[in-house]
């Protein structure tokens, strides 16, 4: 009897190791490496100089909007009123460009004359705005650059597998 329980418990010992052992395990797809990435091909960018195109529109901007919302409006304003005479001056302040050199001509004759060479220098500052904001598109800069291919930026989401789960995986090149 002894034989039989000795056997008996022995058997009851190896039973569940022998029928996890006859249970397939999950099974895994594996995908395959991706093939390796072509050599990086040079080519040639054509491009604008960003740069001078904005520090130009920066330069014309400012200058126009502190000349007609600021400086002009108050021209021959004093605390308590503001004189006729300087009416159409005033309007001229509006204009882009042109407004501070027809306003240079226009202006009325005072005791203090300030108002020349600031109105020659807000006209400069306007027009070399404009110019630098015309040649930064106009001008465009040829660059040397490294790329995988020309097709450009790629973007795709694919099915991915792995030992944890699956799912989906986003791949991108930039």
């Not at 390796?36 to 904005?54: M, T, Y």
């Not at 004359?113 to 598109?137: E, H, K, N, T």
């Amino acid at each position: 009897m002894k034989h039989v329980l000795l056997l008996g418990s022995m058997l009851f010992a190896l039973a569940p190791a022998t029928a996890r052992a006859q249970v397939p395990g999950p099974w895994v797809a594996v995908a395959p490496p991706p093939p390796p990435a072509p050599p990086p091909q040079p080519h040639e960018e054509s491009r604008p100089i960003l740069g001078l195109a904005i520090s130009g529109a920066v330069m014309l901007g400012v200058s126009y909007l502190v000349h007609a919302l600021l400086v002009s409006p108050l021209a021959g304003c004093d605390i308590d009123s503001c004189q006729s005479a300087w009416g159409d001056f005033r309007l001229l302040g509006a204009i882009p460009l042109g407004g501070p050199w027809a306003q240079l001509a226009l202006k009325p004759p005072s005791s203090a004359d300030v108002w020349g060479p600031y109105l020659v220098i807000d006209g400069v500052l306007q027009s070399a705005g404009l110019l630098m904001l015309v040649l930064g598109f106009a001008i465009r800069e040829t660059r040397t650059v490294m790329a995988l291919d020309s097709n450009g930026p790629s973007f795709a989401v694919v099915p991915s597998m792995s030992p944890d789960g699956g799912g989906l995986r986003a791949i991108g090149r930039f």
